[in-house]
């Protein structure tokens, strides 16, 4: 298949265990044949060859991949200041425990939920340290 058919009668070559010694040198053989081809031909190779592989995908391909958007691998995250982004979904996919990606929050937007909420102060007193410049 990589264009070397002289290597499947070649005894150095005809085992793994012939092979395995000469591991480096098989991948340099490997990496010369699919540097010269694009890699969703050579994916199609090796795949009707039932060899388990997988195309390395640049970052354009990832966002504009159709099937991971459909299955919520990327997502797109509405951001008050930024807009809208694109970014990675949450890959465990749990039925009785859906998630939803948000964007990341706003400097000091939990302010009044942790400090009266969680850590018990008054609405008097988050108002001074506001004023006071200490949040």
């Known amino acids: 298949m990589i264009g070397r058919p002289e ?48 195309p390395i995908l640049s970052t354009r391909e990832i966002i504009e991949d159709a099937s991971l958007a ?9 951001h008050p200041e930024r807009g809208a982004y694109t970014t990675v979904g949450n890959p465990l996919k749990l039925s009785d425990s859906p998630t939803r990606i948000t964007p990341s929050p706003l400097l000091g937007q939990h302010n009044e939920e ?15 340290l506001k004023t006071g410049g200490v949040i």
């Open 114 to 128: 942790i400090y009266i909420g969680e850590l018990g102060l008054g609405d008097e007193e988050l108002r001074l």
């Open 70 to 78: 459909a299955n919520e691998m990327i997502v797109t995250v509405e």
């Open 7 to 54: 290597l499947a009668e070649d005894p150095e070559w005809a085992t793994p265990q012939a092979r395995l010694p000469k591991l480096a040198k098989m991948f340099q053989l490997i990496e010369e044949w699919t540097s010269t081809l694009p890699k969703w031909q050579v994916l199609e190779e090796l795949n009707g060859h039932n060899i388990p592989c997988g």
